[in-house]
């Protein structure tokens, strides 16, 4: 299941004025450090795909799906004499409607019901008249919220920032808890800078499984084995809370080697633990029994990039990426991407771009009815197969330098195809005010 990835245009303008009077100069002070808006940001997007490896499907099934997606972010200045305070409020959601969500709780038509360690499911779609997502789950089913809260001081004597943010995100079945550290240094003459930021991420994740999955009906009042005692089968509390923790490092550095080429180099160290993979993702075996996702508890990503950008005139720019990737699950990619921002005039830029994707196949992978009983892990997730995928598409900036209201416009399009059968489409719309 795809979600679209919201990307936010963030600009930032510092204001000073220093009076030479003694008394202008207190005047002035006072006035730098009153808090104003600098600048609000909304974004609005609409992505859309369609596919047959549906994961809740155990890698066969419809995978269409269609998200919309809006956030807005106001940006706060402070300024004093020797630092600049920011301060960044966001919030986003999103709502997705998935073909797929449905076999959550029936299992798909002509599949096995056989469950993997032998035992007959007493709980088919026909037995059961629980949906299984009840009581609080059913009000998120579809549904993403994510706010953020971002600070950063820049020391305007040493051109040093440091940052500290916090994050949080709830979905039907799964909320996340996150915050960062971060530290940039800039060279006296801006042309060199220097950045580390560490992150990390405490989920828990509903352990809500496929429904011929489920324990059977244990008691005369038709409650589940691991049911409590109210009166509500299904809802949050019916289900075990498992945790998945996210820790990261990112080191980055920029040069620019002249006025018209510009370098980036980009290193992540990512680990994560607990329970990675979903629940409800179906596993089909070639002795035609089912069971749910089962993956390790720990994995390592290691992504190093590089960019670089070059000027040519006044008119083109050249952006170049390229990114490798390895974890220990066996994942190997390579990921390079071309965007030409061209300049129409003063206020409207085109940029087209271009992105490829490679990727070997996680060791854990297998087709629809392809794993062996007894295998440690096993999952048909066609994220962690191996496939090409091209991303193409077109982004229109528009500056309207003579508004009072608005700073910057921008409207993006990209096609994506993957070489297993994937597509998608995704539209979005950006907008920054003063």
Same mark, same amino acid.
């Given at each position: 299941?795809?979600?679209?990835?919201?990307?936010?245009?963030?600009?930032?303008?510092?204001?000073?004025?220093?009076?030479?009077?003694?008394?202008?100069?207190?005047?002035?002070?006072?006035?730098?450090?009153?808090?104003?808006?600098?600048?609000?940001?909304?974004?609005?997007?609409?992505?859309?795909?369609?596919?047959?490896?549906?994961?809740?499907?155990?890698?066969?099934?419809?995978?269409?799906?269609?998200?919309?997606?809006?956030?807005?972010?106001?940006?706060?200045?402070?300024?004093?004499?020797?630092?600049?305070?920011?301060?960044?409020?966001?919030?986003?959601?999103?709502?997705?409607?998935?073909?797929?969500?449905?076999?959550?709780?029936?299992?798909?038509?002509?599949?096995?019901?056989?469950?993997?360690?032998?035992?007959?499911?007493?709980?088919?779609?026909?037995?059961?008249?629980?949906?299984?997502?009840?009581?609080?789950?059913?009000?998120?089913?579809?549904?993403?919220?994510?706010?953020?809260?971002?600070?950063?001081?820049?020391?305007?004597?040493?051109?040093?920032?440091?940052?500290?943010?916090?994050?949080?995100?709830?979905?039907?079945?799964?909320?996340?808890?996150?915050?960062?550290?971060?530290?940039?240094?800039? &060279? %006296?003459?801006? #042309?060199?800078?220097?950045? @580390?930021?560490? =992150? +990390?991420? /405490?989920?828990?994740?509903?352990?809500? !499984?496929?429904?011929?999955?489920?324990?059977?009906?244990?008691?005369?009042?038709?409650?589940?084995?691991?049911?409590?005692?109210?009166?509500?089968?299904?809802?949050?509390?019916?289900?075990?809370?498992?945790?998945?923790?996210?820790?990261?490092?990112?080191?980055?550095? &920029? %040069?620019?080697? #002249?006025?018209?080429?510009? @370098?980036?180099? =980009? +290193?992540? /160290?990512?680990?994560?633990?607990?329970? !990675?993979?979903?629940?409800?993702?179906?596993?089909?075996?070639?002795?035609?029994?089912?069971?749910?996702?089962?993956?390790?508890?720990?994995?390592?990503?290691?992504?190093?990039?590089?960019?670089?950008?070059?000027?040519?005139?006044?008119?083109?720019?050249?952006?170049?990426?390229?990114?490798?990737?390895?974890?220990?699950?066996?994942?190997?990619?390579?990921?390079?991407?071309?965007?030409?921002?061209?300049?129409?005039?003063?206020?409207?830029?085109?940029?087209?771009?271009?992105?490829?994707?490679?990727?070997?196949?996680?060791?854990?992978?297998?087709?629809?009815?392809?794993?062996?009983?007894?295998?440690?892990?096993?999952?048909?997730?066609?994220?962690?197969?191996?496939?090409?995928?091209?991303?193409?598409?077109?982004?229109?900036?528009?500056?309207?330098?003579?508004?009072?209201?608005?700073?910057?416009?921008?409207?993006?399009?990209?096609?994506?195809?993957?070489?297993?059968?994937?597509?998608?489409?995704?539209?979005?719309?950006?907008?920054?005010?003063?």
């Amino acid at each position: 299941m795809k979600k679209s990835i919201v990307s936010v245009l963030l600009l930032a303008i510092t204001f000073g004025f220093f009076g030479k009077s003694k008394a202008q100069e207190k005047d002035s002070l006072y006035e730098a450090r009153k808090l104003k808006i600098d600048e609000i940001n909304f974004v609005s997007g609409y992505y859309t795909q369609e596919g047959e490896h549906s994961s809740i499907g155990g890698g066969k099934g419809d995978e269409a799906l269609t998200n919309i997606s809006n956030s807005i972010q106001v940006r706060l200045l402070k300024n004093s004499q020797k630092y600049e305070h920011r301060l960044d409020v966001a919030v986003a959601v999103d709502h997705h409607t998935s073909a797929s969500t449905k076999l959550i709780n029936t299992a798909p038509e002509g599949s096995p019901t056989n469950i993997y360690n032998g035992k007959i499911s007493a709980r088919t779609a026909a037995s059961t008249g629980t949906s299984g997502v009840t009581g609080a789950s059913s009000n998120f089913i579809g549904w993403r919220i994510y706010p953020s809260l971002n600070y950063f001081a820049k020391n305007l004597e040493r051109n040093t920032t440091y940052g500290i943010g916090a994050y949080y995100s709830r979905e039907f079945d799964y909320q996340s808890i996150g915050g960062e550290l971060s530290f940039v240094k800039a &060279s %006296q003459d801006n #042309n060199s800078e220097f950045s @580390v930021k560490a =992150m +990390a991420f /405490f989920d828990q994740r509903l352990e809500i !499984l496929p429904v011929e999955l489920r324990p059977v009906t244990t008691d005369t009042n038709n409650r589940k084995a691991d049911d409590d005692d109210d009166e509500h089968e299904g809802d949050d509390d019916d289900y075990k809370l498992w945790n998945k923790n996210s820790y990261s490092v990112n080191f980055a550095f &920029s %040069q620019i080697i #002249n006025p018209r080429l510009q @370098v980036s180099l =980009m +290193a992540d /160290f990512a680990f994560q633990d607990g329970l !990675l993979s979903i629940p409800y993702n179906r596993v089909y075996f070639t002795n035609n029994t089912v069971s749910s996702e089962k993956l390790p508890m720990q994995r390592m990503k290691i992504p190093l990039g590089m960019r670089l950008n070059y000027f040519l005139g006044e008119t083109f720019i050249f952006r170049t990426y390229y990114r490798y990737f390895f974890d220990d699950w066996g994942i190997k990619a390579h990921t390079a991407q071309l965007e030409i921002p061209i300049k129409i005039s003063p206020f409207v830029s085109l940029s087209p771009f271009y992105r490829y994707h490679h990727q070997t196949s996680n060791d854990y992978f297998k087709p629809y009815g392809q794993h062996n009983p007894g295998e440690k892990y096993y999952s048909s997730d066609y994220d962690l197969s191996s496939f090409n995928s091209q991303n193409i598409g077109l982004n229109l900036h528009y500056l309207p330098l003579e508004s009072k209201l608005f700073k910057s416009v921008d409207f993006r399009y990209s096609f994506y195809k993957r070489s297993e059968g994937l597509s998608a489409h995704n539209l979005t719309f950006a907008i920054t005010f003063k």
